[in-house]
């Protein structure tokens, strides 16, 4: 996570121009829908898990900033020292992503907000983040299921550029 005064100022000013300019939801044109999900998770050698988080954005829309919650089981789950790791989708759109870890709790808070200027880049679809996982004890076969089962995304919020909130779906086309 940054903590340098410059980032903080975008926080700040970002989260500011989200309330200020006007709430309301909108959907995509066409009734496409926005998409915040978990992507496949992969295993690293050091026994940490590599989920990714994966942003749909419909064609000829923008997403100017999101946030997310990723509730995990603390009898199973830690975050991994990696912690959360911004995507090149992020840094191509010089934005920033904060998070925050409440291990006791089970709870990872997440933030991507845009550069603080009058002509900010919009985020794109694809993975906008990956989370490090480290397991607690054994786990059984299959990954995919055996972290369905210890962790939820939620607390979702997706903002356009105009600071209005975003329809969107936490399912896959998979599901």
Known sequence: ????????????????????????TTMAKGGRRYGLNLGHPRLGVNGTIAVPVRLRVPKGQDVAALNFTLRFDISSLDVAPQGVAASPTVRAAKADLFSHVDAGGGLLRTIVVPEFTKNFASLRSGRVATVYLAPRGRRSDGLRRWLAAHLRLEGVVLGDREGRELRFSTRSKRS
């Open 1 to 24: 996570m940054k903590n340098s005064p410059n980032s903080i100022t975008r926080l700040v000013g970002t989260l500011l121009m989200i309330a200020l300019l006007g709430p309301g």
